[in-house]
């Protein structure tokens, strides 16, 4: 059953809020500077780069015992996308005696604030990470404030305070929710298997059944997919553009898994970056290491692997890993599935193989090999939450000293990701010492097109394109020594 034209219902502080269809076409930002009077929450670059619009978004466990908080930014994540959750913003960690959360009172005392723009931000994403590590270290602490820019400052006052406040007690630190989780559990008992939220000439569908997802994907077959809102966010914000036909994957349970299959994971189209960095973190570290690179931790909180995949920039960042790793893909339209290689999945720049209706269930992520090894590096003018200038990843085995099996992939050289077959015939069967940077040169430009762009230009990304090669090459060596 399909509701139409219900209103958006979340909890916000211990009260459901109802957004009416006029308001539903909104980002949850301007919702609650515009609409709610939260003006805590600020706009800094509307593109989830600053983290001022920071927020914590709720959702009950499954035994409905708890409710577990993502940091998010608020000026990419649409309205709708909060029904059934819950919202903190810096407003609500006011203790009801007026008392201020340990994080707001340790940055007060820390002089981790200046201007005071940033700092909403700052003490919600400190608050959030919280919430899941109670005595952060600081490297965690570091990484957590990673989607945090402050212009006055300086972070060292910034990552004092939250050592500072880590050291309060835990119910000093917990967020004050019960009131929430009651509401929440409310919320799902009355939610439909489908929604349908209108506001002035747009259309949000949120299915909860893949069934459903299928049959209304079969039924409308130019509607957009929303996963993360990552993307899509930035076309609402910077293009003042709203997809007309949105349908929003969140709800669908399926999606929000991951299977262990014996030798790959199944990863539901619906599973998060930070999932799926905490899933390879030990088996596939490069890997971890690039998605970790990715973005902050609310752009991996709603981003996803499958709308990365989906997306399909030229300079997506997984896309190199999982080429080189064999990924596949489980498509499905209607009630017919189908698994497509992941080579085989682009057809051209923003181009692919999916049929009308057809969308991507999950991605098949093959396990470590006995004898295999893998390397991947991303280079990019700032270290952390920046765009490409290429990403290199690299599968292989070594056999009496010989590389075999190589898989070799980019972002950056085409119009998109792509493995490099010409370069891996250059390694296959050669020892290090036998790879020269002259050979592969060559087949540099054998197989890509000279282009040069906004990031890098050709001669520097060809240049990469090498000499990440040689590096792994040549590592290939030590780690064989250490043996």
């Known amino acids: 059953m399909t509701s139409n034209n219900q209103p ?11 957004a009416s269809p006029a308001q539903q076409g909104s980002t949850v930002l301007d919702y609650l500077r515009e609409h709610l009077g939260r003006s805590g929450t600020k706009e800094g670059c509307a593109e989830g780069d600053c983290g001022a619009c920071v ?20 000026c990419l994540q649409l309205l709708p996308t909060l029904d059934g959750k819950s ?56 990484d957590a404030l990673s989607g945090n820019l402050c212009r006055c400052t300086g972070y060292k006052p910034i990552i004092d305070a939250a050592l500072q406040a880590s050291a309060a007690a835990p119910d000093q630190i ?83 898994q991951v299977g262990d299959q014996g030798r790959f994971w199944r990863i539901g189209a619906q599973v998060s970056l930070n999932e799926v960095l905490t899933l390879v973190t030990e088996a596939y570290p490069d890997f971890a290491e690039v998605l970790r690179r990715f973005g902050s931790p609310p752009i991996r909180s709603t981003a ?56 991507i269930v999950a991605v098949n992520l093959p396990k470590p090999a006995a004898g295999e090894v893998f390397r991947g590096h991303k280079v990019s003018k700032r270290f952390d939450q920046d765009i490409s200038a290429t990403c290199c990843a690299m599968r292989y085995r070594l056999q009496d000293g010989r590389f075999t099996q190589v898989r070799l992939a980019y972002n950056g050289l085409a119009p998109s990701p792509c ?43 060809a240049l990469l394109a090498r000499n990440l090669v040689l590096q792994f090459v040549e590592e290939a060596t030590s780690l064989e020594a250490v043996k």
């Not at 958006?8 to 109802?18: Q, Y």
């Not at 559990?185 to 069934?211: I, K, M, N, V, Y």
């Not at 997506?316 to 599935?337: H, I, K, N, W, Y």
Request: aromatic share 6%.
């Open 8 to 18: 958006v219902r979340f909890v916000l502080d211990g009260a459901i809020v109802e």
């Open 55 to 74: 927020v914590l978004v709720g959702e009950l466990s499954g035994d409905g015992a708890s409710v577990n908080y993502l940091p998010v930014n608020s």
């Open 87 to 142: 919202l903190k913003t810096v407003e609500s960690l006011q203790r009801a005696n007026g008392k201020l959360h340990p994080v707001q009172e340790a940055m007060a005392a820390s002089h981790g604030t200046q201007c005071g723009f940033c700092t909403p931000g700052i003490v919600m994403t400190l608050t959030g990470l919280m919430q899941t590590v109670s005595k952060p270290s600081r490297s965690e602490v570091i």
């Open 174 to 256: 917990k967020l004050d929710d019960e009131a929430d989780r009651a509401l929440l559990l409310q919320l799902r008992a009355s939610r439909e298997p489908a929604a349908l939220f209108t506001a002035p000439g747009q259309d949000f569908f949120a299915p909860t059944t893949l069934p459903a997802l299928a049959d209304y994907l079969l039924a409308h077959p130019q509607a957009t997919l929303l996963a993360g809102s990552t993307e899509i966010g930035l076309q609402v914000n910077k293009q003042f553009a709203w997809p007309q036909g949105l349908v929003y994957l969140g709800n669908v349970s399926e999606l929000r």
């Open 304 to 359: 996803t692997l499958a709308g990365n995949i989906a997306n399909g920039s030229p300079i997506g960042d997984s896309m190199p890993c999982l080429l080189a790793l064999g990924a596949t893909l489980e498509l499905r339209r209607g009630e017919v599935t189908r698994t497509l290689d992941l080579e085989h999945f682009y057809t051209g720049q923003k181009k692919n193989a999916l049929q009308g209706g057809e969308f």
């Open 419 to 461: 493995r490099a077959p010409k370069l891996e015939a250059v390694i296959n069967g050669r020892t290090a010492e036998e790879v020269s940077a002259a050979e592969l040169d060559q087949a540099v430009a054998q197989s890509f097109t000279a282009r040069d762009g906004l990031r890098a230009s050709w001669t520097y990304r």
